[in-house]
């Protein structure tokens, strides 16, 4: 084999995997926000080789996402020459045909040869699979080979958490890691905790004089998320304050919170008149969370403060029926239970109270284009992380919590109940309505429109 190819015998690959150029193009799917199923699908691979691939790789591409440089023969390259090969042309016409040096064909066609029968004959994936064999460039890693190193950042990583006189706490019980995110509504690991961040600047300040002792970031995460690094144990992700076993694609990240909120839906959208509260029917809208994944609506008018809560039971099958992927939310405020709640009571008012409702970014009201079409309510979203634009509804949720405290099961409130709450809010004098009631406030502006025939409210 030596004298035929120039190499020695290497193992055969039996049946030929995946190329490596497919799965760069599977992390730039990935990069674009698809899922990991749909990405593979979008290349043309199975939907359990992309999941292995995102899992093995903890999310993060590396260098899967750069293209391959234009001093190797792709993949496709080859397949032109295999097929070239067997229609007899030779070596100078296939390198003309390919833009190549004839060395390079002949170069390849004698060293990335199937050997098996004692002859050379070119096969595209075979010789892929050699290609990317001799091309591997193994490498210690940075912390698979510091032993120092490698105990400093797992002491700040997952470190015990101590009282000021140095005695550790041992903080609560937990279950052992099962592979995946943080536990929900559970208890998590005390440790210490440093983001790879801190460490990795950390480092230059405790040991400015020892070169050795350097990482960046980068290397820290992906010695936690990829595997086959060795260095970091897996189990140590729940020591990140995210808690995620596996790094989450910016782009996907990006869209996932917000992919139901479009430019034409967002605040500064919103008519000038519902800013400076002069006209009545501009409402605001959020959830208040329970326990047990409970929670009721709330909707409040931002000229009056008048209050509306929404009633939102579990639906049937909740606890009983299993969870099923992209299907309805049993818990109660899912976008269509959320939907129909909304219109069910905003359809009782009249047109001139029916004029905005501004929500935060949560996918409760992700059919927010039906509900205008049901009621002709017109829906603006909140720019992220800005509760102040909806003031007047997150100054109401905190009045709320003294009748539905944080921590506390919010479906045992039947709608009864609930109403009972809102009239009590509803008749507490405001300070900001001159001591009138929202009750009285809502009143005067009905009264104000009985030449039209609406009539007051009770």
Excluded at 71 to 86: D, G, Q
Excluded at 179 to 204: C, F, M, V, Y
Excluded at 394 to 418: A, M
């Amino acid at each position: 084999m030596r004298e035929l190819t120039g190499r020695a015998a290497m193992k055969s690959p039996g049946k030929p995997s995946l190329r490596r150029d497919v799965e760069r193009l599977f992390w730039r799917e990935i990069a674009k926000g698809l899922t990991s199923e749909d990405a593979a699908i979008a290349v043309g691979a199975s939907q359990a080789a992309g999941s292995r691939w995102f899992r093995e790789r903890g999310g993060m591409p590396t260098h899967m996402v750069t293209p391959l440089s234009g001093r190797y023969l792709s993949f496709e390259e080859r397949e032109e020459i295999a097929l070239l090969k067997a229609q007899g042309v030779g070596v100078r016409e296939t390198s003309r045909r390919l833009g190549r040096d004839p060395s390079t064909v002949s170069r390849e066609l004698r060293r990335n040869a199937a050997t098996r029968g004692g002859k050379l004959d070119y096969r595209a994936s075979v010789a892929q699979w050699k290609a990317e064999l001799v091309a591997r460039r193994p490498k210690t890693a940075k912390l698979a080979g510091n032993e120092r190193l490698r105990e400093y950042v797992q002491d700040r990583l997952s470190g015990q958490v101590r009282r000021p006189d140095g005695t550790p706490v041992p903080g609560p019980g937990t279950a052992r890691w099962k592979g995946r995110n943080k536990p929900h509504r559970q208890d998590r690991r005390w440790a210490t905790a440093w983001s790879p961040e801190q460490i990795a600047h950390r480092l230059k300040a405790d040991f400015p004089e020892d070169e050795s002792m350097r990482i960046s970031h980068e290397a820290i995460y992906q010695a936690l998320y990829v595997q086959g690094r060795g260095a970091l144990r897996r189990e140590l992700v729940a020591c990140l304050r995210t808690g995620r076993a596996l790094r989450v694609p910016r782009a996907r990240s990006r869209r996932r919170p917000a992919g139901h909120v479009t430019s034409d839906v967002m605040i500064s959208e919103r008519p000038a008149e519902a800013a400076d509260r002069a006209v009545p029917g501009h409402w605001e809208g959020d959830l208040i969370i329970g326990t047990d994944r409970s929670a009721i609506g709330t909707l409040v008018e931002r000229t009056t403060r008048f209050t509306m809560l929404l009633h939102l039971p579990r639906m049937e099958g909740y606890g009983v029926q299993p969870r099923v992927k992209n299907g309805p939310a049993l818990a109660g405020y899912g976008a269509e239970a959320m939907k129909d709640a909304i219109a069910a009571r905003i359809i009782e008012l009249p047109a001139q109270l029916r004029r905005s409702l501004t929500w935060d970014r949560g996918k409760e009201l992700a059919q927010h284009v039906q509900l205008r079409c049901e009621t002709g309510l017109l829906v603006y979203f909140a720019d992220p992380h800005s509760p102040w634009q909806r003031g007047t509804n997150e100054n109401t949720n905190g009045l709320l919590r003294q009748y539905f405290p944080k921590g506390t099961d919010l479906s045992r409130w039947d709608v009864n109940e609930i109403e009972a709450v809102a009239a009590a809010l509803n008749s507490r004098p405001r300070k900001t309505l001159n001591w009138r009631t929202p009750a009285e406030a809502l009143n005067d502006h009905l009264r104000s429109l009985q030449g039209s025939g609406v009539a007051t409210t009770p």
